[in-house]
C-alpha cells in the first residue's frame, strides 16, 4: 500500500527493512538524498537486504513509499549539518590544491620545467587533504566516507576522490577480505548495503548506478585485522605505496582528496601489537604508512601528503586518546594532523555477526551473480570450470598464533615467525578439503617464478607476508568441488575464459550457493 510521507526541512526519514523487506521510495516533493547521493524527482528506488538508512532533506520534502519495514521514523536530530561543514572545508582545500597544481604545472609550451627545487617531484601544495574516519562499530564510519565522497563527486568540478577501505570485513566494491583504493567520479546511490559503494568493473559488469569501477586491492582474505595484525599490516603499507605511485601520476585526484574508512578494530586499543604498553597500533601504523613516502624521495619528509584530518566518530574517550597519540607521532606528522570529533547519528543502528555475515555473503554473490535492482537488471554468468589441482598454488593467509609476549615464561624470547602463508599440501586430504566452499583470491606476480621458486626451496612452499607486497589481485573464485581421486578441483568464475592467474590466496571467507 502506497503512502505520502512528509519530511520536515532538516530532518531525516530513518528506516530499517527486515531480511525479506523491499521498499519502493520515489521523492515527489522537493529534494532529498541518501548518504550525500540526491534523489532523482518521479524515480522509484527499491530499498533492499535488511538496509538501514536515512533519507535527508535540507528543504523539506515528500515521499511515496510502498512496501513495509521494521522501523520507520523522522527524526531532527541529525549531524548532517556537521557533515556539510566538513565538506566545505575539504572543498575549499580541494580547490587551492588544484590552484596549486595549475600554478606551478609544466606549461604545454615549457613541457619540460619543473618546479624549482622539486625535480622530478609533485608540488606538495597541489594535494587535497587525506581524511582518516575511525570509531566504534557500527558507529558511521563507513556511512561517513561515503557521504563526504558523493558530495565531493557531487559539486559538479568534476574531482575524483579515492575512497581507501581499509575494512575487510566489508569490500566496498569488491568481495569482503580486501583492502582497496578506489576513485569516485560520480555519486553513488545507497539501495542495498550491499553494493553500498557500487561494483567493480572487474565482476563483469557495472552494478546500479556506479560507473565502472576500477580497484587497486589487496588480499586479506579476513575479516579483522586481529586475525593476523603482520600481514593486514603489511597490506595496508602496500596500498599506500600504490596509492603514492597513482596520486603521483594523477593530479586530479591529488586534488581531489583521500577518504580512509577504517574497522572498528582500529578503536581498540590492544589490537594490532602485541606489546600491552603500545595502544591504537593500527592508527599509528596507518598513520604512518598513508604519509606519502612513496612519492619521490626529492621531496622532504615535511612536505609529503600526509593523514591532515584524523575523524572520530561520536566517542569522547577515544578523541581524547587520539591527542595523546598525537603527542607521540613523529613531529612531522604531528604537527599537521588536525584531530576532530564528529558526532555519531542517532541513526547509526547495531548490528550483529549473523547480520554481517549474510551482507557478507551478499557481497561475494553479486560478485558472480550481479545483483537485480531496479536501477539496473544486470544479471552475470559466472562460469563453472574444472581445473587439475596440480595446477594450482594456493596458500593460506594463517591467523597469527603467535602467543603474546606477556604469556612467555620469564626471560624467554620469542623466535618469530615469518611464514604467514601456508602452501596448502595438495597429498594432504584433510588440507584439500579446507578449501571447499573458500573465496580464493587469485595473485600474480610481476616475477611470479623468483617468488615462488626461491620459496619453493627455503620454505618448502610456504611463503612471507612480505611476499604479498608486490602481488597484484587479479580475480576471485570459489571453490564448489573436489575430486581427490581424480585431482580436480571445481571452482565459480565470474566470466568464462582463460583463468587470470593459478596462483591464490584464501583465509576465512567461504561461500556456498544455499
Ligand atoms: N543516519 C543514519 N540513519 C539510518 N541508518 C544509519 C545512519 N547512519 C548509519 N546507519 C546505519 O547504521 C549501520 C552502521 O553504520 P556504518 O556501517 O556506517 O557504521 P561503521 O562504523 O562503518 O560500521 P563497522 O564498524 O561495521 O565498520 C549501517 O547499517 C548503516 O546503514
Not at 582500529?266 to 612513496?294: E, Q, T
Not at 537485480?372 to 554468468?381: C, G, K, P
Not at 601456508?422 to 566452499?437: G, I, W, Y
Request: glycine share 6%; hydrophobic share 35%; aromatic share 8%.
Amino acid at each position: 500500500m502506497s503512502r505520502v510521507v512528509t519530511v520536515p526541512a532538516l530532518n531525516e526519514f530513518r528506516l530499517e527493512l527486515d531480511v525479506s523487506q523491499e521498499l519502493s521510495v520515489r521523492l515527489v516533493e522537493g529534494r532529498a538524498e541518501v548518504n550525500g547521493f540526491e534523489l532523482s524527482l518521479n524515480k522509484w528506488s527499491t530499498l533492499k537486504d535488511e538496509l538501514r538508512c536515512s533519507i535527508y532533506t535540507w528543504t523539506g520534502c515528500k515521499l511515496e513509499v510502498n512496501g513495509s519495514s521494521l522501523v520507520e521514523y523522522t527524526s531532527n536530530e541529525t549531524p548532517l549539518i556537521s557533515y556539510l561543514n566538513l565538506h566545505l572545508a575539504f572543498e575549499q582545500q580541494r580547490i587551492r590544491a588544484r590552484n596549486a597544481h595549475s600554478q606551478h604545472a609544466p606549461s604545454p609550451e615549457k613541457p619540460n620545467e619543473r618546479l624549482p627545487g622539486y625535480a622530478n617531484a609533485v608540488d606538495p601544495a597541489s594535494s587535497a587533504y587525506r581524511v582518516m574516519v575511525i570509531g566504534q562499530e557500527d558507529s558511521g564510519k563507513s556511512t561517513l566516507s561515503k557521504t563526504l565522497l558523493n558530495y565531493a563527486a557531487r559539486t559538479g568540478k568534476g574531482w575524483t576522490p579515492i575512497f581507501v577501505n581499509l575494512d575487510p570485513s566489508d569490500g566496498g566494491p569488491l568481495p569482503p577480505g580486501t583492502l582497496s583504493a578506489t576513485a569516485y567520479s560520480t555519486s553513488t546511490q545507497t539501495t542495498s548495503p550491499i553494493n553500498a559503494f557500487g561494483s567493480s568493473s572487474t565482476s563483469g559488469a557495472a552494478l546500479d548506478n556506479s560507473a565502472a569501477l576500477i580497484p587497486q586491492a589487496l588480499p586479506y582474505a579476513h575479516a579483522s585485522p586481529a586475525r593476523n595484525p603482520k600481514v593486514y599490516k603489511v597490506l595496508a603499507e602496500a596500498l599506500a605505496r600504490r596509492l603514492d605511485m597513482r596520486l603521483e601520476r594523477d593530479a586530479k585526484a591529488r586534488s581531489s582528496g583521500v577518504f580512509i574508512d577504517t574497522p572498528a578494530a582500529f578503536s581498540s586499543p590492544n589490537v594490532g601489537s602485541d606489546d600491552k604498553s603500545s595502544k591504537y597500533d593500527l592508527i599509528k601504523h596507518a598513520l604512518h604508512v598513508f604519509n606519502g613516502g612513496g612519492f619521490p624521495r626529492s621531496m622532504s619528509t615535511a612536505d609529503n601528503p600526509q593523514v591532515d584530518v584524523l575523524l572520530v566518530i561520536g566517542h569522547e574517550k577515544l578523541y581524547i586518546e587520539m591527542q595523546r597519540l598525537q603527542s607521540s607521532l613523529d613531529a612531522s606528522l604531528a604537527q599537521k594532523l588536525k584531530i576532530l570529533k564528529v558526532p555519531k547519528s542517532g541513526g547509526a543502528v547495531e548490528t550483529d555477526d549473523a547480520y554481517r555475515s549474510r551482507i557478507q555473503a551478499g557481497q561475494i554473490k553479486s560478485f558472480f551473480y550481479g545483483s537485480m535492482s531496479n536501477l539496473s537488471d544486470e544479471q552475470l554468468s559466472p562460469q563453472s570450470m574444472t581445473i587439475k589441482i596440480d595446477n594450482l598454488k594456493v596458500f593460506k593467509i594463517t591467523e597469527d598464533k603467535v602467543a603474546p609476549s606477556s604469556a612467555l615464561p620469564i626471560g624467554a624470547s620469542r623466535v618469530l615467525e615469518n611464514t604467514q602463508l601456508e602452501r596448502v599440501n595438495f597429498e594432504s586430504s584433510s588440507q584439500l578439503l579446507t578449501l571447499v566452499h573458500s573465496l580464493l583470491y587469485l595473485v600474480k606476480w610481476p616475477d611470479a617464478n623468483d617468488v615462488l621458486n626461491k620459496h619453493a626451496k627455503e620454505f618448502e612452499g610456504d611463503l612471507d607476508s612480505k611476499d604479498l607486497i608486490r602481488a597484484d589481485l587479479v580475480g576471485f573464485l570459489i571453490v564448489t568441488a573436489i575430486d581427490s581421486t581424480k585431482r580436480t578441483i571445481t571452482v565459480l568464475a565470474p566470466s568464462p575464459g582463460r583463468l587470470p592467474s593459478l596462483n591464490a590466496v584464501f583465509g576465512s571467507f567461504e561461500w556456498q550457493d544455499t
